[in-house]
Each structure stands twice: as structure tokens, then as C-alpha cells.
């Protein structure tokens, strides 16, 4: 991952930050709110991840999108403004097939900056925002976020160490085939419960979740933090506030209806775009800095 200014802020200002641009992108269903989102979020991923994300973009997020665009049009026949007749005489409406891109950009979206927040949201930052609240719960969000990359490298050596006796699911006729995935998840599922019992004891013998435990943290709540934690919430209180006022609304079904454009809505609209292409303002204002003060030298 490329070196992150944002992922260097406080868990509290990270948290915060993804709280609002995650709750925004799953139940804001606006298509400006949208496309400020799925721009944010994938330059974002972009700028942590590069090309791997140029590839999670072509095979996971580009068909869930045009999954999603798809089969809301085939299954849903509301809507006024008909665009055409199926066979069997369902129509094919401008409703149905808008909600359908809305809503393949929205999960688009919500994909994307899941991905971020599991790059920048270690599982470090997670226990010591709610290890002391909620340490039980903690410890095993703490595992399960992390516990997918992990079980995708293991399986992985898994494979390859499989494959070196034979013993790959691409050896062989489908039997064999079959009986070597089954091999290979028998012995993730073996890997997958010594893991869980050997960071239970071990967490365990540590005294994790005791009452007076002290905790080592590495981090501070300084000037910058507080900064950025004021910008983080107005802009995020604006937002809300358009929503909860319903001065920004968009509604699909039975016709499309758009909130009117006010001096307010821009705002609104503004902020939310700032707010969703933050960290990478961010970053890209600390990378001209790094490069001005290198040219000094």
C-alpha cells in the first residue's frame, strides 16, 4: 500500500470519516450523492492500492454493477414512463432501469470504500477505539475483518504447496478434482479453528477484556487530529442536515422526482463531494509538499 497521509490520523478521525461516507453511500440513493461517492471512493482505493485496484475494478466491481443494472429492469415493472414491451407483456420502464444503475453504482460504492476502510482501519485502531467499551465484541470484529485477507494468503501456499505433489484442483479428471478441493478445505478448516483457539488463549493469557488492564497505545489525539476531526463534522453535519430536512431527495418510483436547485442544495452537494474526496486531497496536497521540499535539497 502506498505511503497514506489519512491512514496516519487518529482511529477516531478515520472512524468517523468512514462512518459517514459508508451510512451516506448505503442509504442515500441520489444520483449526485452517487457519483460523488463512487468517485471518491474508488480514487481513493486507487490512490491505496494502484493497479490491484484497477483489477478488483474489473472482475468483482464492474460485474456487480452490471448485475445489479440488469435484473432490477427484468424484475421490476414499476414506473410511468414506458420504454418498451417484454415478451410477455411486462413493460420496461425509465424507473426500473434508473433504480437499477442507482443502485449497481451504489454497491459499487459501498464496495469500494469497505476496501478502504479495511486498508486504513487496522485491527490495532478497532480494538483500541472499542477494546475498552466492548472488548468481547471488539476482539472478534478485530478477527473477522481480519480474517478474509488472512484465509485468502493461506489458502493460497495451501494451493501452491498442494499443486507441487499433484494434488491442485486443476489436476486430474472432475473427480479428482473434486477430491483434491475437498483436501485443501479440510486443511483450511483445520488451519481456520487452530487459528481462532491460539488467539483466544494467547489474547487470554494477556488478560484482554480484564477490569484495571492497562493498554499500550501508540496514539495521540493532537492539533492536527482536532483539525481535521472540525472539517470532518461540519461538512458531515451539512450533509445530514440536507437529508434529514429532505432538501435533498430523489425518488425513482412512480415517476422521477428531483429536489429543486437551491443556493442550500449546493451546499449540500459541495459538501458531500468535498467530504467523499478528503483523503485524497489530502494525500495529493502532502505528495506536492514532499516533492516542493525534495526539489530544495
Not at 53 to 67: E, G, N, Q, Y
Not at 240 to 266: C, E, H, Q, S
Request: proline share 3%; net charge positive.
Amino acid at each position: 500500500m502506498k505511503n497514506d497521509v489519512f491512514t496516519g490520523y487518529h482511529p477516531a478521525v478515520n472512524f468517523l470519516y468512514f462512518a459517514l461516507v459508508i451510512g451516506c453511500s448505503m442509504f442515500v440513493m441520489h444520483p449526485i450523492f452517487l457519483a460523488f461517492s463512487c468517485i471518491g471512493g474508488f480514487s481513493y482505493y486507487l490512490y491505496l492500492k494502484k493497479w490491484k485496484a484497477l483489477k478488483t475494478a474489473l472482475w468483482m466491481m464492474l460485474p456487480v454493477f452490471l448485475i445489479s443494472a440488469i435484473i432490477n429492469p427484468l424484475f421490476t415493472h414499476k414506473g410511468v414512463t414506458i420504454l418498451a414491451y417484454f415478451k410477455n407483456g411486462n413493460a420496461l420502464t425509465l424507473e426500473s432501469v434508473l433504480y437499477g444503475l442507482g443502485a449497481g453504482v451504489m454497491l459499487v460504492s459501498v464496495l469500494n470504500w469497505f476496501s478502504c476502510y479495511q486498508a486504513v482501519m487496522t485491527s490495532d485502531k478497532f480494538i483500541y477505539l472499542f477494546g475498552k467499551v466492548i472488548p468481547a465484541m471488539s476482539l472478534i470484529l478485530s478477527m473477522v475483518f481480519r480474517f478474509v485477507p488472512k484465509f485468502q494468503k493461506q489458502i493460497e501456499k495451501v494451493s501452491n504447496a498442494q499443486k507441487c505433489i499433484g494434488r491442485d484442483v486443476t489436476n486430474g479428471n472432475a473427480f479428482h478434482r473434486a477430491r483434491h478441493g475437498i483436501k485443501i478445505l479440510s486443511v483450511m478448516t483445520t488451519w481456520a479453528l487452530e487459528n481462532s483457539v491460539d488467539t483466544a488463549d494467547s489474547m487470554r493469557s494477556r488478560g484482554y477484556g480484564l477490569r484495571g488492564r492497562s493498554n499500550f497505545s501508540i496514539y495521540r489525539f493532537d492539533t492536527r487530529d482536532k483539525i481535521l476531526t472540525g472539517i470532518i463534522a461540519s461538512m458531515g453535519l451539512i450533509v445530514i442536515t440536507g437529508i434529514a430536512t429532505k432538501t435533498i431527495r430523489f425518488l425513482y418510483y412512480p415517476m422521477i422526482v428531483i429536489n429543486a436547485v437551491t443556493p442550500w442544495t449546493m451546499i449540500v452537494y459541495l459538501s458531500y463531494g468535498a467530504l467523499c474526496l478528503l483523503p485524497v486531497v489530502i494525500n495529493v496536497i502532502e505528495d506536492i509538499k514532499w516533492h516542493y521540499w525534495k526539489s530544495k535539497i
